[in-house]
């Protein structure tokens, strides 16, 4: 216990006197950069998961080492799993796997990528977001008008990775799925021959 100088505890401030943010973007903005659950806001929901697992960093990592050559080529730039994503209009904030972005894109503040700035997205797949990973977040990308998505999906029996792309109307008119260690084409901006052998 902390006590005053006159050696009395101080009066504990009832919980109306800090009230909680009103809305889960408020609450959002409100959260220290340093906190150490991933904080996402998914149709409106504030959702608090914790850091990936090592085989998703690792996974991730390997994802972009495979595409550092299309970065200098078009001068873009990637992020693993470290950067938050505004997503224009409802401006829910996700945090992909991975993203490849513009150099220049467009920020919301000082904290987030605008999904407007955005070439490719990537999902590791794991046994408590699958439902998120397969069905929600393509939806909320192609929403926005992401061009590509790749589901990396290693909980899936066989293992698989998915492209998907041409959204339109909220959804990806094109998928491609590949059992995962065989290559795969990811389509135009991006165009490229993932080997997907990396992932396992």
């Known amino acids: 216990m902390v006590m005053t100088a006159q050696g009395r505890l101080p009066r504990h401030t009832p919980a109306e006197d800090h009230p909680l943010p009103p809305t889960p973007r408020e609450f959002f903005e409100s959260l220290p950069p340093t906190l150490r659950l991933r904080a996402e806001i998914i149709d409106g929901n504030l959702i608090l998961s914790p850091s990936g697992i090592p085989r998703h960093g690792r996974i991730a990592m ?3 080492f495979a595409l550092l050559p299309i970065l200098d080529e078009n ?3 990637s992020f693993a799993g470290n950067v938050d994503v505004c997503i224009e209009g409802p401006r829910d904030t996700v945090i992909p796997n991975y993203c490849l972005a513009l150099r220049d894109a467009p920020l919301w503040g000082d904290r987030e990528i605008l999904s ?19 069905a929600t977040k393509p939806r909320i990308y192609a929403g926005c008008g992401i061009p590509i998505m790749l589901i990396i999906d290693p909980v899936a029996s066989p293992a698989t990775v998915t492209v998907l792309s041409d959204p339109e109307d909220g959804a990806y008119r ?22 997907t052998s990396i992932f396992l």
């Open 62 to 64: 390997h994802l972009a």
């Open 75 to 77: 001068d873009w730039e």
């Open 116 to 134: 407007s700035g955005l070439i490719m997205v990537a999902e590791i797949v794991s046994p408590g977001s699958m439902e998120t990973d397969r």
């Open 174 to 195: 094109t998928t491609t799925r590949t059992e995962m260690g065989k290559p795969v084409r990811i389509p135009a901006p991006v165009d490229f021959e993932l080997d």
